[in-house]
């Protein structure tokens, strides 16, 4: 019996899975694009990030009608791509197909429909047709909007934002394997900055029904006249014969190859800077969690939160001093949120004994005035300062 990729060496399951699908249609063209982008910021010596964002689908199907997903929109990514942007970065967007989008994000998805954000002129002359009226911004949006569309075309016209759409885990995979050896000229200039929610499971191709799973057991009067073929006929996984038994679907997946430390030792920049998130629901379990993911795949930072405070708190563990660092927007500044349980901020943070006593924050900006912000606007400019001294030291270890 041969073993799973689970149960393999890092290098021969990343060769196993990857022989497991055929590489995305689109990666071609993906490649050469992100070449592209790479080598004129490289000549620009521009710091470049690639920001992962949204959740990857598990087929259930090769031509897939069903398949497993998750909760992501990708708001952590596509807010946070915006302010690596103010910080001059530029990025390379790798984000699940019609999630969200940086500065779009602000209109689509939105408790708004777009349309609410516009209304039709009246006429400026009596010339002017009344029934082809300009489509303008409503005034009360006018200068949110403006901010939003400059901010936008800067990073379009310099060439300093790169989309690229993926949908299901296999082709995450395969994108984030070639964009990061596509940044290895970068050097110490690249930073990785992990937001995708990634599925922790899949069905093997080789396991993978090839048409739609039936919800109803086939007839047993089903003849071969009205059927296209018996070899056509399936009923979930590749078995001989069909279930006997319907309205009931067992599903083996296998767990995801490990391939975190694969892209520190394997694919990226060397020098370059990596950083993956670590999402839990149980306060106990968050920093145990995030120590165990930064021992495990070699990362330089684990950026750990939980579901319910994840758009006010966030922990930044790392390998030095002092390892367990908390990031939070002031309480007077958080932004409502549906999903957000606040009597749950600092309960995860070991050091208060998750007794919830302690200082209310740590965060490097103490202004408490004025609307809630969004906490990506604090993250980023300390992520920027963590990989600015890797970068310093990355040099001063070349030239020693």
């Known amino acids: 019996m041969s073993p799973s990729i689970g149960d393999m060496e890092p290098a021969e399951a990343e060769s196993a899975y990857f022989n497991e699908y055929p590489p995305p249609k689109a990666l071609p063209k993906h490649e050469a694009l992100a070449r592209a982008f790479v080598e004129r910021h490289v000549e620009a010596n521009r710091r470049v990030v690639l920001v992962t964002s949204g959740g990857t689908t598990v087929p259930l199907e090769a031509q897939t009608v069903r398949f497993i997903d998750n909760f992501s929109a990708g708001t952590r990514g596509a807010t946070s791509a915006e302010y690596f942007l103010e910080q001059g970065y530029a990025v390379i967007f790798l984000h699940r197909q019609y999630s969200l989008l940086p500065y779009s994000r602000h209109y689509s998805h939105s408790t708004n429909c777009f349309l609410d954000f516009m209304d039709e002129a009246a006429p400026t002359s009596d010339s002017e047709n009344p029934d082809h009226g300009r489509i303008v911004v409503r005034s009360e949006y006018q200068d949110q909007m403006r901010d939003v569309l400059r901010k936008y075309r800067y990073a379009k016209q310099n ?14 995979m395969f994108e984030l394997r070639s964009l990061a050896k596509l940044m290895r000229p970068l050097g110490s200039n690249a930073l990785f900055y992990l937001a995708a929610a990634v599925s922790d499971f ?47 679907l067992v599903i083996n997946l296998d767990p995801v190859p490990k391939f975190l430390h694969r892209l520190v030792d394997g694919w990226a920049p060397e020098g370059s800077m990596v950083v993956s998130f670590k999402l839990e629901t149980d306060p106990s379990l968050l920093v145990y969690k995030a120590k165990t993911a930064l021992q495990r795949y070699s990362h330089h930072l684990v950026i750990g939160n939980l579901l319910s405070t994840r758009k006010w708190e966030v922990v930044f563990i790392t390998p030095d001093p002092p390892h367990e660092r908390w990031i939070r927007v002031p309480k007077a500044r958080r932004s409502k949120s549906i999903s957000g349980v606040e009597d749950q901020v600092g309960l995860a943070e070991i050091k208060k004994g998750r007794d919830g006593s302690g200082p209310e924050s740590e965060n490097p900006s103490s202004d408490t005035s004025g609307d809630g912000i969004e906490i990506e606007s604090i993250i980023i400019p300390e992520l920027v300062k963590l990989h600015g001294n890797m970068i310093h030291k990355h040099t001063e270890a070349s030239r020693g």
């Open 159 to 172: 060439n300093l934002l790169l989309l690229l759409p993926f949908t299901t885990v296999s082709e995450y």
């Open 202 to 248: 899949f069905i093997p191709r080789s396991r993978m029904a090839e048409h739609k799973i039936q919800s109803s057991e086939i007839p047993a009067n089903f003849s071969d006249d009205e059927a296209v073929g018996s070899n056509d006929i399936y009923t979930g996984e590749n078995a001989p014969e069909p279930p006997k038994a319907g309205k009931k």
